[in-house]
C-alpha cells in the first residue's frame, strides 16, 4: 500500500509560481512512475504531467509544455511539480498519483493503483 501526500498549494497572482510536492509513504517509491493531474470545477480530471521510475522520461500536457516541469527525488520518497508562468486557466485541484507503469501514469488510466487527495491551487488575475 502507498500513500501519497501532497502540499504546496495556496493562492498566486497570473504569472507566479508555485511549487507542489507529494511525499510517499513505503520504501518502494522507487518502482513507481509518478504523474501529476488536476480537476478544475465542473470538469473532469485531466492529465499534467509524469514522470517515470527513474525520472529519465517525463511527459507532459500540451497545456502546460514550457510553464511546468515535473522531478522527483527517489531518496526522498518526493515527486515534485514546479509550475511557472501561472494562468487563470490553472486554477483546480492537482492530485499526485502513483502507478507501476509510466504508459498507465501518462495516459491516465482508470487502472491507476494511487491517488493523493489533492492540493488546490488558485491562480488570480
Known amino acids: 500500500q502507498v500513500q501519497l501526500v501532497e502540499s504546496g498549494g495556496g493562492l498566486v497572482q497570473a504569472g507566479g509560481s508555485l511549487r507542489l510536492s507529494c511525499v510517499a509513504s513505503?520504501?518502494?517509491?522507487?518502482?513507481?512512475?509518478m504523474g501529476w493531474f488536476r480537476q478544475a470545477p465542473g470538469k473532469e480530471r485531466e492529465f499534467v504531467a509524469a514522470?517515470?521510475?527513474?525520472?529519465?522520461?517525463?511527459v507532459y500536457a500540451d497545456s502546460v509544455k514550457g510553464r511546468f516541469t515535473i522531478s522527483r527525488d527517489n531518496a526522498k520518497n518526493s515527486v515534485y511539480l514546479q509550475m511557472n508562468s501561472l494562468k487563470t486557466e490553472d486554477t483546480a485541484v492537482y492530485y499526485c498519483?502513483?502507478?507501476?507503469?509510466?504508459?498507465?501514469?501518462?495516459?491516465?488510466?482508470?487502472?491507476?493503483?494511487?491517488w493523493g487527495q489533492g492540493t488546490q491551487v488558485t491562480v488570480s488575475s
Open positions: 514522470i517515470s521510475e527513474s525520472g529519465g522520461r517525463t
Open positions: 498519483a502513483a502507478d507501476g507503469s509510466f504508459l498507465v501514469i501518462a495516459r491516465m488510466l482508470s487502472t491507476i493503483h494511487y
Open positions: 513505503g520504501r518502494t517509491f522507487s518502482t513507481f512512475a
